[in-house]
Protein backbone atom coordinates (compact mmCIF):
# COMPACT_ATOMS: atom_id res chain seq x y z
CA UNK A 1 0.00 0.00 0.00
CA UNK A 2 2.76 2.24 1.06
CA UNK A 3 4.24 1.94 -2.42
CA UNK A 4 1.58 1.86 -3.94
CA UNK A 5 1.44 5.83 -2.44
CA UNK A 6 5.05 6.56 -3.06
CA UNK A 7 6.36 5.87 -0.13
CA UNK A 8 10.33 6.16 0.04
CA UNK A 9 12.21 3.01 -0.10
CA UNK A 10 13.43 3.38 3.70
CA UNK A 11 9.82 3.61 5.25
CA UNK A 12 8.99 0.52 2.57
CA UNK A 13 11.87 -1.78 4.19
CA UNK A 14 10.90 -0.51 7.70
CA UNK A 15 7.17 -1.72 6.65
CA UNK A 16 8.56 -5.16 5.68
CA UNK A 17 10.73 -5.87 8.58
CA UNK A 18 7.60 -4.63 11.07
CA UNK A 19 5.31 -7.43 8.97
CA UNK A 20 7.64 -10.03 9.15
CA UNK A 21 8.19 -9.09 13.04
CA UNK A 22 4.69 -9.07 13.45
CA UNK A 23 4.20 -13.04 11.99
CA UNK A 24 6.90 -13.80 14.33
CA UNK A 25 4.68 -12.64 17.11
CA UNK A 26 1.79 -14.21 16.42
CA UNK A 27 4.32 -17.92 15.94
CA UNK A 28 6.04 -17.14 19.22
CA UNK A 29 2.46 -16.44 21.50
CA UNK A 30 0.92 -19.29 19.36
CA UNK A 31 4.04 -21.60 20.36
CA UNK A 32 3.29 -20.31 24.31
CA UNK A 33 -0.39 -20.78 24.31
CA UNK A 34 0.26 -24.42 23.52
CA UNK A 35 2.76 -24.80 26.04
CA UNK A 36 0.18 -23.79 27.88
CA UNK A 37 -2.41 -26.21 26.70
CA UNK A 38 -4.48 -24.10 24.50
CA UNK A 39 -4.68 -24.29 20.76
CA UNK A 40 -4.65 -20.79 19.39
CA UNK A 41 -7.01 -20.21 16.54
CA UNK A 42 -5.33 -18.86 13.29
CA UNK A 43 -5.51 -15.66 11.96
CA UNK A 44 -7.28 -14.45 8.77
CA UNK A 45 -5.56 -11.67 6.71
CA UNK A 46 -7.78 -10.57 3.75
CA UNK A 47 -6.79 -8.77 1.52
CA UNK A 48 -8.29 -5.35 0.87
CA UNK A 49 -8.94 -2.87 -2.40
CA UNK A 50 -6.01 -0.06 -2.89
CA UNK A 51 -7.04 2.73 0.04
CA UNK A 52 -6.29 6.36 -0.66
CA UNK A 53 -3.34 8.01 1.55
CA UNK A 54 -6.31 9.58 3.98
CA UNK A 55 -7.75 5.74 4.61
CA UNK A 56 -3.46 4.58 5.42
CA UNK A 57 -3.11 8.12 7.11
CA UNK A 58 -6.07 7.20 9.59
CA UNK A 59 -5.18 3.47 10.23
CA UNK A 60 -1.82 4.52 10.58
CA UNK A 61 -2.47 7.37 13.41
CA UNK A 62 -4.48 5.07 15.45
CA UNK A 63 -3.25 1.97 14.59
CA UNK A 64 0.66 2.61 14.28
CA UNK A 65 1.22 5.63 16.45
CA UNK A 66 -1.48 5.12 19.37
CA UNK A 67 -1.59 1.03 19.49
CA UNK A 68 2.18 0.08 18.28
CA UNK A 69 2.74 2.30 21.49
CA UNK A 70 0.35 1.04 23.82
CA UNK A 71 1.65 -2.34 22.82
CA UNK A 72 5.06 -1.95 23.53
CA UNK A 73 4.19 -0.35 27.00
CA UNK A 74 1.92 -3.51 27.68
CA UNK A 75 4.78 -5.72 26.64
CA UNK A 76 7.71 -3.92 28.93
CA UNK A 77 5.06 -3.89 31.66
CA UNK A 78 4.61 -7.35 31.38
CA UNK A 79 7.87 -8.70 30.88
CA UNK A 80 8.93 -6.77 34.25
CA UNK A 81 5.86 -7.75 36.01
CA UNK A 82 7.18 -11.56 35.28
CA UNK A 83 10.55 -11.61 35.19
CA UNK A 84 10.12 -10.72 39.01
CA UNK A 85 8.10 -13.95 39.35
CA UNK A 86 10.06 -16.66 41.36
CA UNK A 87 11.93 -19.19 38.81
CA UNK A 88 9.28 -21.80 39.05
CA UNK A 89 6.15 -19.37 38.80
CA UNK A 90 5.07 -20.49 35.45
CA UNK A 91 6.56 -20.10 31.65
CA UNK A 92 10.58 -18.82 32.15
CA UNK A 93 10.42 -17.74 28.06
CA UNK A 94 7.37 -15.63 28.54
CA UNK A 95 8.90 -12.61 29.73
CA UNK A 96 11.76 -12.99 27.48
CA UNK A 97 9.33 -13.08 24.17
CA UNK A 98 7.48 -10.37 25.64
CA UNK A 99 10.67 -8.26 26.30
CA UNK A 100 11.76 -9.44 22.67
CA UNK A 101 7.94 -7.55 21.57
CA UNK A 102 8.35 -4.27 23.32
CA UNK A 103 11.47 -3.58 21.61
CA UNK A 104 9.75 -4.55 18.04
CA UNK A 105 6.80 -2.79 19.50
CA UNK A 106 9.02 0.53 20.03
CA UNK A 107 9.99 0.34 16.68
CA UNK A 108 7.18 -0.19 14.72
CA UNK A 109 5.34 2.83 16.52
CA UNK A 110 8.53 4.60 15.71
CA UNK A 111 7.97 3.50 12.13
CA UNK A 112 4.29 5.13 12.60
CA UNK A 113 5.70 8.31 13.30
CA UNK A 114 7.97 8.26 10.40
CA UNK A 115 4.59 7.10 8.32
CA UNK A 116 2.64 9.78 9.60
CA UNK A 117 5.62 12.75 8.84
CA UNK A 118 5.94 11.06 5.20
CA UNK A 119 1.66 10.96 4.57
CA UNK A 120 0.96 14.63 6.65
CA UNK A 121 1.98 16.81 3.88
CA UNK A 122 0.38 14.70 1.25
CA UNK A 123 -2.79 15.27 3.08
CA UNK A 124 -5.41 18.25 2.67
CA UNK A 125 -5.80 20.59 5.18
CA UNK A 126 -9.36 18.48 6.36
CA UNK A 127 -7.79 15.50 5.81
CA UNK A 128 -4.87 16.81 8.39
CA UNK A 129 -7.25 17.83 10.58
CA UNK A 130 -9.09 14.04 10.73
CA UNK A 131 -5.85 12.69 11.00
CA UNK A 132 -4.77 14.80 13.81
CA UNK A 133 -7.90 14.00 15.82
CA UNK A 134 -7.91 10.34 15.42
CA UNK A 135 -6.10 8.74 17.84
CA UNK A 136 -7.50 11.29 20.78
CA UNK A 137 -11.17 9.84 19.27
CA UNK A 138 -10.10 6.36 19.74
CA UNK A 139 -9.09 6.80 23.14
CA UNK A 140 -12.48 8.32 24.29
CA UNK A 141 -14.07 5.72 22.35
CA UNK A 142 -12.45 3.15 24.97
CA UNK A 143 -13.47 3.67 28.02
CA UNK A 144 -11.56 0.19 29.32
CA UNK A 145 -8.69 -0.18 27.38
CA UNK A 146 -7.24 -4.11 26.42
CA UNK A 147 -4.19 -2.98 27.93
CA UNK A 148 -5.83 -2.45 31.33
CA UNK A 149 -6.99 -5.99 31.35
CA UNK A 150 -3.76 -7.27 30.04
CA UNK A 151 -2.07 -5.86 32.08
CA UNK A 152 -3.87 -6.75 35.91
CA UNK A 153 -4.72 -10.52 33.96
CA UNK A 154 -0.69 -10.81 33.82
CA UNK A 155 -0.05 -9.49 36.92
CA UNK A 156 -2.82 -9.47 39.48
CA UNK A 157 -0.82 -8.86 43.04
CA UNK A 158 -0.08 -5.40 41.14
CA UNK A 159 -3.74 -4.40 40.54
CA UNK A 160 -2.42 -0.72 41.67
CA UNK A 161 -0.37 -0.40 38.39
CA UNK A 162 -0.26 3.38 37.69
CA UNK A 163 -2.31 3.84 34.93
CA UNK A 164 -1.86 7.05 32.61
CA UNK A 165 -4.71 7.55 29.76
CA UNK A 166 -5.77 4.41 30.36
CA UNK A 167 -2.71 2.06 29.81
CA UNK A 168 -0.22 0.68 32.22
CA UNK A 169 2.90 3.15 33.07
CA UNK A 170 5.89 0.42 33.60
CA UNK A 171 8.30 1.40 36.41
CA UNK A 172 11.72 0.93 36.12
CA UNK A 173 11.82 -0.15 32.02
CA UNK A 174 15.57 0.58 32.23
CA UNK A 175 15.51 -3.23 34.10
CA UNK A 176 13.78 -4.69 30.45
CA UNK A 177 15.72 -7.70 30.08
CA UNK A 178 18.12 -7.14 26.58
CA UNK A 179 18.87 -9.49 24.24
CA UNK A 180 22.03 -10.27 22.95
CA UNK A 181 22.80 -8.24 20.03
CA UNK A 182 26.43 -9.26 19.93
Not at 17 to 27: I, K, L, Q, S
Not at 40 to 51: I, L, T, W
Not at 111 to 121: D, E, M, N, Q
Request: glycine share 4%; proline share 8%; charged share 25%.
Amino acid sequence: ELARLGAPAELLSEARRAAVDEVRHARLMALLARRAGVEPQRPVVERRAPRPLIAVALENAVEGCVREAASALLACRQALALAQRPADAGDALLPLVLAGIAEDETRHGALSLAVARWATPRLTRGERAQVRDAPSATVTQNSNPPSTQATRMVSPSQSHTPMRNGLAVARNSRSLPRKNTR
